[in-house]
């Protein structure tokens, strides 16, 4: 009876360990900002995936031994304050881990010299950005690549300066091939991006699975065609339970749609039911899988069903206005989005006006599909 109390106690101060470990990290990943970060905030989404927001579009990371994994790269003018958050990020989860740690290793009666100056030592430096995934070519969400990309280390195979395998010229990016190709073939008026700044590894099916876990989970791009644009991608983290949306999902604004791009109506609403799809609710549509989205607070399947159901029924109230040979100003005049608009319709840089005409243009060039009936 000692020792199986003796036991108990040790795992119960190894559990409070870890569980004031974690409760330190997540308080100062909401609430301390990092010096030179500035107005940015950190939200701590899962063990190890944490949010940027404040530097353009939302960041996702996957924050761990392995190093980073960044999804999106904010603006290019907040480029040094979201490098700042990440080493404040990385520096948390270090602590966090080392704090673990010395809760689980077991100690010995005849504990030596050596084991002291070993805890005194100084943590290992933290590992560096070893990806950046564009969700889409957006300003927002691509214009930290060139900086971002130069201050991180990618993984390469054999044993590259004799130095873990890390590769001289930085992050590797990873995108679909139509980022790359809207970046290096840009609207007349427009420069061309940096070299360094574009894609380094693209994929052109459905799908691309990252050869490797990075940071103990699976990690998954899936294209969503002709949705936001031509080349927009969400990132599912597996073992987290956390999909990185883009600009698919905003609590923000209504859909932005970029039709000169690929863009369209229909394909954002495959695109939300796609991610229904993959998303797991706790309780209830509730909890469970988290979404992060493009721009604003993370969501859950609730969430997305939600804004899927008012863009859906959006477009079905345009959709029969076109039926009827309505005019774009007849259809402007009419409002369709009217009882959407105080929380969607405010947004700075796209109006309800602009959402309307996107969606009557998509409509006029490409017939809604039949939705499905019963799908959450």
Known sequence: MIGYAARLTASLAVAAAIAAAGASTLARAQQAQPAGAGDLQIVQVRQNIFLIAGAGGNITLSVGKDGVLMVDSGTDASADRVLAAVRQI???????????????????????????????????????????????????????????????????GG???????DAAEGSAIMAHENVLVR???????????????????????????????????GVQLIHMPNAHSDGD???????????????????????????????????VIEALNRI????????????GTMIVSGHGRIG??????YYRDMVTIIRDRIQDM?????????????????????RYGNAPGWSMDQFVEAVYRSLRATPPPTTPRGRT
């Open 90 to 156: 990385q520096r948390d989860v270090a602590d966090r881990e080392a704090a673990i740690e010395a809760a689980t290793r077991i100690k010995w009666g005849a504990e030596t010299r050596s084991t002291v100056v070993l805890e005194r030592d100084p943590i290992a430096p933290v590992k560096p950005i070893r990806y950046i995934i564009n969700t889409h070519f957006d300003p927002e969400h691509i214009g930290g690549n060139l900086q971002l990309r130069a201050s991180g280390r990618t993984f390469t």
């Open 159 to 165: 044993n590259v300066a004799g130095n873990i395998a």
């Open 183 to 217: 970046m290096t073939r840009p609207d007349a008026g427009q420069s061309e991006a940096p070299a360094d700044a574009l894609p380094t590894d693209t994929y052109y099916r459905d799908t691309m699975k990252m050869s490797h876990f990075f940071n103990g989970e």
């Open 233 to 267: 991608s969400i990132v599912y983290f597996r073992g987290s339970d956390v999909i990185a949306a883009g600009d698919l999902f905003s609590t923000t604004s209504y859909p932005v749609i970029d039709l000169d791009r690929g863009g369209s109506i229909n394909g």
């Open 276 to 287: 229904l799809d993959l998303s797991m609710a706790e309780f209830r549509t509730e909890g």
């Open 300 to 305: 859950d399947a609730a969430d997305v069903a």
């Open 322 to 342: 076109v039926r009827k040979g309505m005019t774009f100003e007849q259809v402007k005049a009419a409002r369709p989005t009217l009882d959407y608009d105080p």
